[in-house]
């Protein structure tokens, strides 16, 4: 899928910002001002999709209006020594070497919250996104999930996803969370099953979920203007328009107060307008008649990016911003426990199910899931997938030979104590023997760990902590702040996959305390100790408490 980015310039007028230990302020509307950086401080925040790029350092940039590179993005900075920037609306930063240049659309809050990385993500949580005490659908955490884009990809039908369902089963998986994805549905807004495609879809369901399954369809907020769906509601108004001061061309495929024509990876198609209740009531009951007539269980809800609403687009709530639209089609999924997003804005503590961006088939995008992930954490958004098994882009997988079955093996093991889980790619027709039972044994592993898993994602409900965690953040000040090859399970557990081609041992860094391995062997730290760790192994350490 192609990331098209929009990038707004916007002047600034200068203000001067002091920042004051323990004390919040606010910058006016339109300003610019470097902020100095402390002395062995580092910060992290902005584009999740950037993670191993953070710790920032000099040169970075970005700005967050209408660009959401992909991901979830939240209007917030995190330091090492306790230093908030957060804002209502999005700003842009940039740093140099001693400091960071902002330039603000509306009031920037710094805040002086404490030390540590921890204090100041526990005040950023508590004060601008507190949780709301409530969780996505259980079963995405306690089973692994499957989604069938790229067995099937457009090309989505009943028979064969009944067959990679039974396969599941049958290659010793367990059954758990099953997405249908894109093309599943007659037309984009014409939210019903394909006939030809799926000749009876509610006994089809039926059937999942006798196997134990739940299922979720892929959805998104565009229609197809080839469409009677369309001409409804057009004439109701529940698009983003084209302005006033459009240009008629001679074709007149750019009328003003037109629905606006989107150009978006699967073509060009009109997008509903959610600053409209009357769009968002049109959307959720679309879903609510699926979720009545079919037995579905719930949605997934893709192509949120803001660079998908120009705001030179004309919308209900007059000056709606590019990413408050994405906010806005964000709240529909509270509607539906089972959920899943790619795209979000300023939805931090909420029960929304957040996965990282498409991923290649390769060993460098591997690297960057821990990264990645645990700054989704950082930002708020704790309940997270990454990205799916072996790379999320189809193109990756469309020659066998290019397959690497290491990969896969290392990918699962990455994923298996991650607060979720997701298979897409079937691993019983792509992996030998070998390479297929490394795999059944992380999903064993995460098994063994669900109990864990569960627990620090009903801590994180009621606190808003991450259930994943850098090591920054577990063990403050310590030397970890550029550790991006390991991660904290909850403060008790440190998680160290292989993340590279052909190794078959790996350096591990560890705080102070007795760690003890799967064998049962204790290694005191603080140390730096290379593991081994075998084509089956996932290498992790529990913390000894006595």
Known sequence: MNNRQSKKIYKTSVFYLVILSFFS?????????????????????????DGHNMPFSSGYSFDMYGTNKYNQVQPLLVSSM???????????????????????????????????????????SENYFPTTGELPDELLFKAPQYNTWIELMYNQNQKDILEYAHAIIDNGLPPGVLMIDDNWQEDYGKWNFHKERFPDPKAMINELHQL??????????????????????????????????????????LPPNQPAMIHWWNGVSALLDF??????????????????????????????DF???PDVLVSHKPNTTPNEHAKLFGEIGLNFPLNEYRAMWKMGGQPLAQR?????????????????????GLMGYAYSAPDMIGGGEFSSFLNAETIDQELIVRSAQVHALMPMMQFSVAPWRILDREHLEAVKKSAALRKEFTPLIMRLAEESAKTGEPIVRTMEYSFPNKGFKLVK????????????????????????????GKWKDASGKVIKGPTKKVVQAGLDELPYFRKVTK
Not at 27 to 43: C, F, M, R
Not at 220 to 235: E, G, I, N, Q, T
Not at 275 to 290: M, T, V
Not at 369 to 376: A, F, G, K, M, S
């Open 275 to 304: 600053s409209n209740p009357d769009a968002k009531d049109w959307f959720r009951g679309e879903l609510e008649h699926l979720q009545e007539n079919y037995g579905v269980d719930g949605f997934k809800l893709d192509a949120g």
């Open 356 to 376: 990282l961006s498409d991923k290649g088939h390769r060993w460098g995008d591997l690297s960057t899931l821990i990264p990645n992930i645990t700054v989704q």
């Open 25 to 49: 302020f606010s910058i006016q509307a339109q300003t610019s001002k470097e902020v100095e950086i402390l002395k062995n401080e580092s910060w992290w925040g902005g584009a999740v999709s």
């Open 485 to 512: 090859d390991q991660f904290m399970l909850g403060d008790k557990v440190l998680v160290a996959p292989v993340l590279k081609k052909g190794k078959r041992e790996r350096s591990v860094q560890f705080p102070k």
């Open 82 to 124: 306790g230093r908030v920037i957060w804002s209502e609306e999005p700003f842009a930063f940039s740093f140099s070497e001693n400091e960071i240049a902002l330039e603000a659309r509306g009031d920037i809050k710094i805040v002086q919250a404490g030390k540590t990385l921890k204090d100041a993500y526990k005040y950023a």
């Open 212 to 253: 134990g399954f739940k299922v979720m369809l892929w959805v998104c907020p565009f229609v197809s203007p080839d469409s009677d769906v369309y001409r409804d509601l057009a004439k109701r108004e529940l698009f983003l328009k084209n302005p006033e001061t459009a240009k008629t061309t001679q074709t007149g495929l």
């Open 307 to 309: 660079n998908f609403y």
